[in-house]
Protein backbone atom coordinates (compact mmCIF):
# COMPACT_ATOMS: atom_id res chain seq x y z
CA UNK A 1 0.00 0.00 0.00
CA UNK A 2 1.79 3.06 -1.03
CA UNK A 3 1.17 5.72 1.01
CA UNK A 4 2.25 9.58 0.53
CA UNK A 5 1.49 12.00 3.59
CA UNK A 6 2.13 15.87 3.21
CA UNK A 7 2.75 18.63 5.61
CA UNK A 8 4.04 21.77 5.93
CA UNK A 9 1.43 23.76 5.08
CA UNK A 10 -0.01 26.72 6.08
CA UNK A 11 -0.74 30.71 6.13
CA UNK A 12 2.28 33.16 5.24
CA UNK A 13 2.35 36.99 4.01
CA UNK A 14 3.07 38.03 0.73
CA UNK A 15 7.34 37.25 0.79
CA UNK A 16 7.18 34.86 3.45
CA UNK A 17 8.88 31.36 3.08
CA UNK A 18 7.15 27.60 3.82
CA UNK A 19 8.55 24.21 3.54
CA UNK A 20 6.18 21.30 2.45
CA UNK A 21 7.31 17.75 3.60
CA UNK A 22 5.74 14.39 1.84
CA UNK A 23 6.61 11.34 3.85
CA UNK A 24 6.27 7.77 2.01
CA UNK A 25 6.22 4.33 2.52
CA UNK A 26 4.69 0.99 0.45
CA UNK A 27 7.31 1.80 -2.28
CA UNK A 28 10.89 1.75 -3.15
CA UNK A 29 11.13 6.07 -2.63
CA UNK A 30 14.83 5.74 -4.27
CA UNK A 31 13.95 4.27 -6.93
CA UNK A 32 10.79 6.84 -8.07
CA UNK A 33 10.68 9.91 -9.37
CA UNK A 34 8.86 12.54 -7.13
CA UNK A 35 6.90 15.55 -7.54
CA UNK A 36 5.08 18.25 -6.13
CA UNK A 37 2.18 19.43 -7.90
CA UNK A 38 -0.59 22.22 -6.86
CA UNK A 39 -4.31 23.06 -7.84
CA UNK A 40 -5.53 26.25 -7.11
CA UNK A 41 -9.30 27.34 -6.66
CA UNK A 42 -10.92 26.75 -9.98
CA UNK A 43 -7.44 25.83 -11.72
CA UNK A 44 -6.68 22.98 -13.06
CA UNK A 45 -3.88 20.46 -11.23
CA UNK A 46 -0.45 21.93 -12.58
CA UNK A 47 2.83 20.77 -11.81
CA UNK A 48 5.49 22.29 -9.56
CA UNK A 49 8.35 20.39 -9.68
CA UNK A 50 9.76 17.05 -10.23
CA UNK A 51 13.40 15.17 -9.30
CA UNK A 52 14.30 12.27 -10.62
CA UNK A 53 16.09 9.27 -8.93
CA UNK A 54 19.62 10.59 -9.65
CA UNK A 55 18.68 14.01 -8.45
CA UNK A 56 17.78 15.73 -11.73
CA UNK A 57 15.03 18.19 -11.05
CA UNK A 58 12.64 20.40 -13.31
CA UNK A 59 10.45 23.36 -12.24
CA UNK A 60 8.12 24.94 -13.92
CA UNK A 61 9.36 28.07 -15.72
CA UNK A 62 6.93 30.66 -13.73
CA UNK A 63 8.24 29.09 -10.05
CA UNK A 64 12.29 29.11 -10.91
CA UNK A 65 14.22 30.23 -8.47
CA UNK A 66 11.95 30.68 -5.79
CA UNK A 67 10.92 27.07 -5.53
CA UNK A 68 13.70 24.03 -4.39
CA UNK A 69 12.79 20.44 -4.39
CA UNK A 70 14.77 17.99 -2.50
CA UNK A 71 14.82 14.06 -1.50
CA UNK A 72 16.16 12.50 1.06
CA UNK A 73 16.37 8.45 -0.20
CA UNK A 74 17.41 7.79 3.64
CA UNK A 75 14.36 9.08 5.07
CA UNK A 76 12.17 8.44 2.36
CA UNK A 77 11.01 12.05 2.18
CA UNK A 78 10.53 14.43 -0.33
CA UNK A 79 11.02 18.50 0.22
CA UNK A 80 9.86 21.49 -1.11
CA UNK A 81 11.27 24.96 -0.17
CA UNK A 82 8.89 27.45 -1.07
CA UNK A 83 10.54 31.11 -0.71
CA UNK A 84 9.36 34.51 -1.51
CA UNK A 85 5.87 33.34 -1.70
CA UNK A 86 3.27 35.50 -3.47
CA UNK A 87 -0.76 35.13 -2.63
CA UNK A 88 -0.78 33.43 -6.67
CA UNK A 89 0.78 30.36 -4.84
CA UNK A 90 -2.70 29.81 -2.82
CA UNK A 91 -3.17 26.07 -3.48
CA UNK A 92 -3.58 22.55 -2.22
CA UNK A 93 0.24 20.95 -2.94
CA UNK A 94 0.11 17.63 -3.82
CA UNK A 95 3.13 15.23 -3.60
CA UNK A 96 3.19 12.26 -6.26
CA UNK A 97 5.17 9.47 -7.28
CA UNK A 98 6.24 7.63 -10.35
CA UNK A 99 8.74 5.98 -12.38
CA UNK A 100 12.10 7.02 -13.42
CA UNK A 101 12.09 9.21 -16.22
CA UNK A 102 8.42 10.38 -15.21
CA UNK A 103 6.84 12.66 -17.23
CA UNK A 104 4.31 15.82 -15.81
CA UNK A 105 1.90 12.73 -17.10
CA UNK A 106 3.17 9.59 -15.78
CA UNK A 107 2.41 9.68 -11.68
CA UNK A 108 0.86 7.34 -10.24
CA UNK A 109 0.85 7.50 -6.49
CA UNK A 110 -0.67 10.77 -4.49
CA UNK A 111 -1.24 12.05 -1.20
CA UNK A 112 -4.09 13.82 -0.01
CA UNK A 113 -2.44 17.44 -0.03
CA UNK A 114 -1.66 20.62 2.19
CA UNK A 115 -3.11 23.44 1.76
CA UNK A 116 -0.88 26.78 1.25
CA UNK A 117 -2.26 30.34 1.28
CA UNK A 118 -0.67 33.83 0.53
CA UNK A 119 -2.08 36.80 2.22
CA UNK A 120 -1.05 40.20 0.72
Known amino acids: QEDLVESGGGSVQSGGSLRLSCETSGYTFSGACMAWFRQAPGKEREGVAL???????TYADSLKGRFTISRDNAKATLYLQMNNLKPEDTAIYYCAAGPSGATWFDFLYWGQGTQVTVSS
Open 51 to 57: IDVDGST
